[in-house]
Each structure stands twice: as C-alpha cells, then as structure tokens.
C-alpha cells in the first residue's frame, strides 16, 4: 500500500467549476499536510500547508484536513485554465528531517 | 531573489558513465533536500543536509550515490557509474532553519536520462 494515494486523473473541470482533490494517507504518524502545483517542467510551488484539523482557505483555494480518516482535499473555486497542472498532497511526519512523503500526483486539466 | 537552481536541466549518458548534478539552494537557506522522481513513480526523498553535514540519508538508493555539499553552500550529487533504472527527475529543494515543515522551496529539477 502506497503511504500516500491520489488519483493520478486527469480530472477534467469546466473554467469556473470547482475542483475538488483528495489524498489519503496510510500511516497516523504524519503530521503535517500540504499541497503543491506543478506546472509541466517546473518546479512543485507550495500553495497550502495545513496541520490541524478543518478548513483552511486561501483566495481561491480551500485545504480540508480529517486526521482520524486519514484524508486531506484541496477544493479550487472558480477554476481557470491556468490552474491547468499537477497537484501534489505530501505529508511530513515531523523530526530532525521532516522530509516530505509524497504521492503521484493529480493531474488537474481546467476547459476554457 | 534567486530561486533554487539546478544544473544541467538535461543529461543524457550512457550506461556506467558518470554524471554530475549541482544544486544552488536559496541564499541563507541551512536546509537543503534532494529528491528523484522515476518516470509513473512518485517523487522520493534522498537525502537531507543541514549547512554541509548530512542530517538523513536514507533514502539514497545504493553506494553508487554520492552527494556532498562544500561550506554549506550549494550541493553536487554524482551517480557512478550510472544505471538503467537512474534514470528519472533529480529534484532539489530547500528551507531555512526554522521553518514550517515541508515548506520546501524546489529547484526546477535535472532530469537524467541513462541508455
């Protein structure tokens, strides 16, 4: 079982539609959760961190967080096609390293 | 300011030679990560510096890996001899001390190709 798991996609949205994005994890270890975008052959940004339990809401994005069921979701209101890239979810579980565990990764395609 | 630069972007080489990649992290930035990404694979993390000494390395494949980073500054890590299954996306990332978990800041990546 892989420690963190996405749907690969592509997950396809209309521009304007909401996109919603899950991982699950497979350990209760982690303890801090956050979400990148990577363009094609750039490098992965960080848009959102999270580390307690709930919403988090950035403009446009919102981070879901339910440690006990093992889950984070990114939900992207009014998509844009520039919002076109992959999504990662890595987790960290803390300690000297805090190095990132993370997923394949969403392929997220907004419509014009 | 200057991002996390890596080089060479491309690299292609034949099998058992050698190859050499470098990393800039952000200036000041004591925390230096490499990951690799193998083509449908997720990205896996490599080693972890903090200024010139190694903190982890445990997720560095095999012996054939080695990475050094001199005065704590920028970071090399060279494959000899290179394999097949080398091939992938060498990642390089970086925080300063102190900072949130994770919050990484990465290099565009130097893909390697092995034939």
Redesign the interface.
Not at chain 2, 40 to 45: A, L, N, Q, T
Not at chain 2, 100 to 109: A, T, V, Y
């Given at each position: 079982q892989k420690e963190v798991e996405q749907n690969s996609g592509p997950l396809s949205v209309p521009e304007g539609a909401i996109a919603s994005l899950n991982c699950t994890y497979s350990d209760r270890v982690s303890q801090s959760f956050f979400w990148y975008r990577q363009y094609s052959g750039k490098s992965p940004e960080l848009i959102m961190s999270i580390y307690s339990n709930g919403d988090k809401e950035d403009g446009r994005f919102t981070a879901q967080l339910n440690k006990a069921s093992q889950y984070v979701s990114l939900l992207i209101r009014d998509s844009q096609p520039s919002d076109s890239a992959t999504y990662l979810c890595p987790s960290s579980r803390g300690g000297a390293t805090n190095k990132l565990i993370f997923g394949t990764g969403t392929l997220l395609a907004v419509q014009p | 300011e200057a991002?996390?630069t890596q080089f060479p972007s491309h690299s292609v080489i034949e099998k058992g030679q050698t190859v050499t990649l470098r990393c800039d992290p952000i200036s000041g930035h004591d925390?230096l990560?490499w990951?690799r990404r193998v083509m449908?694979?997720?990205?896996?993390?490599l080693l972890?510096f903090v200024k010139e000494s190694k903190?982890?390395e445990s997720?560095m494949p095999n012996n054939r890996f080695l990475a050094e980073r001199t005065g704590g500054t920028y970071s090399t890590l060279k494959v000899q001899p290179a394999e097949l299954e080398d091939s992938g996306v060498y990642?390089c990332a970086s925080s300063q001390e102190g900072s949130?978990?994770?919050?990484?800041?990465?290099?565009?990546?130097s893909r390697l190709t092995v034939l």
């Open positions: - | 991002g996390v925390n990560y990951y449908g694979k997720e990205i896996k993390f972890h903190q982890d997720g990642f949130r978990f994770g919050e990484l800041f990465f290099g565009e990546g």
